[in-house]
């Protein structure tokens, strides 16, 4: 007979009695036990070479409110390609939308979704809505639908379809994500052989109470060993910057309607920050108070883009084939592969017109750090975070630039968090 503290008997005996192999949680319902004290005996079971203990990280997924809610009515984008269909599919943009019910909001978000998902298309001349396909229901309208249902689904099970749309819809912020370790209880054959000798429920004492001290009956009764692997409750003391967040979910709000992310160097040539934008060389504001240069190296090189080197050169000195007379002075190659740190994003969207991986039509942004030496104040710092977008199309007018920023601006005003503005460390470009 061997003898186990109670909460290490109850554990070894309901794994004898379910062939040996349980989960934790299997153990705490059978038991009674809480999960901790099921986990505390087991590691003092498995220090004796009683059972094992196996572990499998999981992920939970599961709708926020919002997914909630568009788990009830439908997305977005559903609602308002529904409605065009209903409307014989090409409309005026406009009363598409309002016939859609959708909230001021939504409907910037819903317009970039139905382009990316290429349901459908603005028709710029006269703003309609043109149906371009009839959608069937997406991978992720059906893990919406799935999730509604079920509560909660294990990542790990989803087919790769599902995991696809898992992602696209963490990016719009509807879905819980909440990682589980599983652990699993094996008896092994030690742990057999004690079951079939049989297990005593042991008399030892886990904590002094104040009885135990008046009375004296400490020195008699047998203390258990303390355990000091023994698991705790998880704390998480970090969290992110409130800043950072909002950053992030600008992000994702660009992203929502259509933009892609271009990104740059933070160590810039002089040539993408300032002469591929048509600042001339001896403009006021390349000075050394208004940009932080670098002293070693002091120039880049330039070899990789001779060709729109030469562009620049000839625009600035007598405007090429722009129409422009240019600034009229000698270019100087020198001074465009000076290095510095990058002090506007826009030397982001210099770079992203000469990617090839530049699309067009495209709508591209970037949320970057920026340098420049300002005064320190509660408003100022040296280093800031600037937006930046472009859009590229054929035949674009600043009648389209102008209906774009209102409903770019309507789905970014969802935000939680503040604004940004060209006085704060935040500065915002378009």
Known sequence: MVELPENEAKTLI??????????VSEVAEKTGLAHAAVMRAALSLESRG???????????????????????DGLPERKLIDKLIEMGGEAPLDEVLEAASLDRGLRAIALGWISRKGWARIEKGNRTLRLLRRPEEGADERLIRLLR???TVELERLDAELQDAFRMLRGRKILRLREETLRGLELTEDGWK??????Q?????SQLTPELLVTG???????????IKAPVAPVWPGKKHPYLRFLDDLKQRLVALGFKEMTGPIVELSFFNCDGLYMPQD??????????????????????????????????ENGWKTGSKGWGYAFSSLEAARLMLRSQTTAASARMLINEDLEIPGKYFAVARCFRPDVIDKTHLTE???????????DLSLKDFSGDSQLRWRGLTRLSTGRTTSHSPSRASS
Do not use: C
Request: glycine residues 10%; charged residues 35%; negative net charge.
């Open 14 to 23: 309901a794994l004898g009695d379910s062939g040996g192999r349980l989960s």
């Open 50 to 72: 009683l059972l094992r203990i196996s572990e499998r990280r999981i992920h939970r997924i599961s709708l926020n409110d919002e997914g909630m809610a568009y788990a009830e």
């Open 149 to 151: 249902d079920e509560g």
């Open 194 to 199: 004690t079951l079939r000798e049989g297990v």
């Open 201 to 205: 429920v042991s008399s030892g004492v």
């Open 217 to 227: 009956r400490w020195r008699e009764v047998k203390l258990r060993r303390y355990n």
């Open 283 to 316: 403009h006021p504001a390349r000075e050394v108070h208004d940009m932080y240069f670098i002293k070693d190296p002091e120039y880049g090189s330039l070899d990789r883009y001779e060709k729109y080197l030469e562009n620049v050169r000839e625009t600035h």
């Open 384 to 394: 800031f975070n600037q937006v930046e977008g472009i859009i590229l199309g054929e």
